[in-house]
């Protein structure tokens, strides 16, 4: 007699969730299935690859963004594969940074993969909604209900809600932007118009380029505490080991001091051969073991991360293509954007215009920035305990998920399964990708996600998808 199959529902199909369902599918059986849950229509692409600019570009180099982490060629191969097929800005080999564009086809590419090449059309649905709720449903799973009103029935769930837009609408007026990825955030912006840009990472670097792309010739102010913009990508040698988490200090001061000694070795290693940049190579050298060292801090130390290194840590981990770094460069050279650490005294929004009363960092005169638009480039907005998002308000409020500590997301075990407001994990509800940002720090980028992936769909399957599979009681 056959097994009963096991349905999973995947809420959210960026590159989290898309990738989950092309694992599963890899594993799954005959009569289990899949529901891919996606609000908007492009399936695969989520907040990043949806961009249709092609001067937006990847941040990572081609060589280290391949889906699967046990075929690090494999978005190499792809693109070699489909070599004159991807329209303007070709890419340029593993060291090159691809528009994203051709990214998110990438990830599209592998889902109609498992459906028209792998023969797995029937063990996936496609949901094209929004997940409003998902109760526990009587004798385990979850009743999962989108915002169409129809109800499924599943075993198990897996939030891939991915990053959230900055800022909430707290001024409803068109001259100010609260979701910089929103399609309409830069529409109707004069080109001689002041842009004021409140944040100055790659959210705050993504808008000047669609400025100046759309041929914008006013002034465009960005500010935030330290106004540090992201450095740029510059050829670097191999990533340099310089913490070992098992014997790495659990103060965050110490491991300052230690990762500052190790950046100041490789330059002066790297000078002595007359070359720069060292400092990248120890910062790439941090990217394997940040989860376990950020794991080995307390709270209070992360918090102390938190309010005074991030900004600084973003800017030399998160980095700019070069090409992008040019551009930014030059707009900053003719004195057309204006990069600053100022702090926001007072705001005035109305309906045409945003007036910013700005203090500079370290004091000094204040000053009056009036725009036609302000957009909200602060980074993807945290504390989720507050959110709007009905599928998660639901879940906090019937105590089946909580906030992280730090309330930068959920919070997870070590096999991403959500812990209820007991402590208690669901082996039946997980999630993957930013959400679970205050728990590992580095599950934001591609690097990582994949490896969560691919470790949550081994799980899942183990469980769920197997005929000796181990029966959970809730
Ligand atoms: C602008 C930008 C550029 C980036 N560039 C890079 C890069 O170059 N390299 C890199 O490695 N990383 C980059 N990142 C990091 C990025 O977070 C990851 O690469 C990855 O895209 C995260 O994917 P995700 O699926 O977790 O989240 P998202 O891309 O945010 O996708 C989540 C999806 O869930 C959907 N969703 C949310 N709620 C619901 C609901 N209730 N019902 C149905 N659907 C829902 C959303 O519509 C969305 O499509 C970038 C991030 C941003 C924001």
Redesign the pocket.
Known sequence: MATKGTTIAI?????????LAVHLLDRCRQQDKILL????S?FG???????GNPH?????RAGN?SAFPDQPDHFIRWLDSHAGTLGPCEPTGRDG?VP?RI?GSYIQDLIADRIWGCGKAMNLQLIH????GLEPAPGGGFMMQ??GGRRYAVDAAVL?????PPGRDLVPSPAYAADP?APGALEGIDRDATVMLIGTG??AV?VVISLLDRGHRGPIHAISRRGLLPRAHAPVPAPLPSLDPATAPPQLSALLHAVRRAARQAEADLAAQGRGGGWRAVIDGLRPVTQSLWRGLDTTEQQRFLRHLRPWWDSHRHRMAPDVATRIGDARARGQLLVRAMRIRARHIDADRAAFDLVPRGGGPAERVIAARAVDCTG?GGNLAHTA????AGLFRCGHIRADTLALGLDVDDDLRLIDAHGRADRRLAA????TKGVFWES????D?RNQVAALAAGLAAELMSNTQTEYVI
């Open positions: 809420i959210g199909a960026g590159f989290s969730g898309a990738l849950v996606e609000r908007n492009q692409r989520g907040v990043a690859y949806a961009t937006h570009l990847l941040n990572v963004m940074f994203r990214y909604d929004s997940a409003v989108v915002d891939a809600l991915g990053n959230f990825w790659l959210t993504d993807p998002e009905p599928v998660l993957v990708g930013p959400l934001t980028a591609v690097p996600i």
